[in-house]
């Protein structure tokens, strides 16, 4: 029944998430990773328009600074786009063209994949579906996964990949399978092609992997070390390639220009964690689990604690010393987001283990309801401009000055929602077409979701 579950979960996120769709992109990087996967259509090179986040590749011409796996899997939706503006060129209920619309949707697949992933973890833990579907459901709507679902930045897939990853040690761990092991090592060594940051949390899912083959024979563990090891050298390797490709050398200019300094950790720490702009806790209220679900991890799987609890610190002492630690005008930790699943899965392991107990599931209710609310309200403003949901909450109460970030105006903000610029120019054929479409998507899902949750068996 779990690969139902999974389905029925990724058609409901996918669903929900598709409702919140922009359909356009709405940043810089988000143009230059979209120019990029059409170079590689069109051109068959990584040539881009020139702008300030690009830099020089070999040859003198404008490039990105990315790795290439992101730009590599939105071929497909450019393709699907491309045949779309063949057949209804420009249609004015889009904002731009075909391609540029369902490129954006990226993420919205990719989140939807990740938490499957969050939700097989915490089955493979031992969990019962109607806990393991709640810890699921509070991450994919309490938390700024929702919210940065709907953009091209690369940190959703970097926090999918390293969830596969746990996914498959945990899955070799308890059933010795090596496909699972197979599985976390392609996951580790492709996350360097997408982002060169993910490397600070290897040391993490390396500790993972020591724990599950820990009490094995030595040759069956210098075995399992080296399958592991030659997997993620193969990624590394692709990484060096590209930037050969891009740059004629195997680092890359791409990653010479950062500052890194101790001094920045007062500013930045307290920024990350606390801040109304991108404070982790305001944006992932039920992270108010955190400590009491490390020490249920702790005492469910002393592993699986200790490599999250390793992951989540090596990502807070990088961007914790970095300069550029907000990036950009955005709600949220965005570059906390591809651990933050990881963390959250603290939370996870706490409801599969309390879920029972009411003093555990009202809080948890309402800690995730606050985030709904939070993150809904993110989901629907252009994130660039506006003032998230706790910046207006703290301009309400008077607590910060807020210069360049507009207030909340209904019709605007909700203008830039794709179904809402339906509404709102009158294309009532486009919208109930597209509502339907996802309705169904939505209420498949639930027919196989909801039962589950009466059953005695679950």
């Known amino acids: 029944m779990t690969w139902k579950y999974s389905l029925a979960l990724f058609l409901f996120f996918v669903g929900l998430y598709l409702l919140t769709s922009p359909g356009h992109l709405y940043t810089i990087d988000s143009e230059v990773s979209y120019e990029t996967t059409q170079s590689l259509v069109t051109r068959g090179n990584l040539d881009v328009s020139g702008n300030r986040i690009t830099v020089k590749d070999a040859e003198g011409h404008s490039t990105g600074r990315y790795g290439l796996l992101q730009m590599v899997l939105c071929i497909p939706l450019y393709l699907g786009g491309q045949a779309m503006d063949a057949m209804f060129p420009n249609p004015d209920f889009l904002y731009e063209n075909w391609r540029i619309t369902l490129v954006a949707t990226f993420n919205q697949f990719v989140a939807a994949v990740g938490l499957v992933l969050f939700y097989l973890i915490l089955r493979e833990l031992g969990g019962k579906h109607p806990a393991c579907l709640a810890a699921t459901l509070s991450l994919g709507f309490a938390t700024p996964w929702w919210t940065y679902s709907r953009d091209l930045f690369r940190q959703p897939i970097a926090g999918v990949l390293f969830l596969w990853a746990i996914w498959g040690v945990l899955r070799y761990g308890n059933s010795r399978r090596k496909s699972g092991l197979l599985e976390a090592a392609i996951a580790t060594g492709l996350s360097i092609t997408n982002r060169i940051t993910v490397v600070v949390a290897w040391p993490g899912l390396f500790l993972l992997l020591v724990s599950r083959v820990w009490g094995e024979n030595r040759k069956k563990i210098l075995q399992l070390i080296s399958i592991t090891t030659i997997l993620v050298t193969v990624g590394i390797l692709l990484q060096i390639a590209t930037n050969y490709w891009r740059f004629g050398h195997w680092w890359g200019w791409a990653y010479t220009e950062r500052i890194f300094s101790l001094s920045f950790i007062p500013r930045n720490v307290p920024d990350l964690l606390l801040s109304p702009a991108r404070g982790l806790f305001l944006f992932c209220p039920a992270l108010i689990f955190v400590f009491h679900g490390a020490m249920a991890t702790w005492r469910k799987d002393r592993g699986l604690a200790a490599a999250i609890a390793l992951m989540f610190a090596a990502k807070m002492a990088l961007f914790g010393t970095y ?28 409801a599969i283990t309390e879920w029972k107990q009411k003093s555990f599931r009202y809080p948890f209710y309402f800690f995730s309801g606050i985030g709904f609310i939070a993150n809904g309200f993110n989901s629907i403003t252009p994130y660039h401009l506006s003032m998230t949901f706790w910046d207006q909450v703290s301009r309400y109460f008077g607590i910060e000055k807020y210069e360049g970030r507009r207030p909340w105006d209904t019709k605007q903000e909700f203008y830039d929602v794709l179904i809402g610029r339906w509404i709102l120019d009158g294309h009532y054929a486009v919208l109930v077409i597209y509502v339907t479409i996802i309705g169904a998507l939505i209420a498949v899902s639930l027919y196989w979701l909801l039962p589950t949750l009466r059953s005695r068996e679950e």
């Open 323 to 350: 300069y550029d630690y907000t990036g950009g005008m955005n709600p949220g930790p965005r570059y906390l987001i591809p651990i933050m699943p990881v963390l959250y899965l603290y939370v996870g392991v706490l």
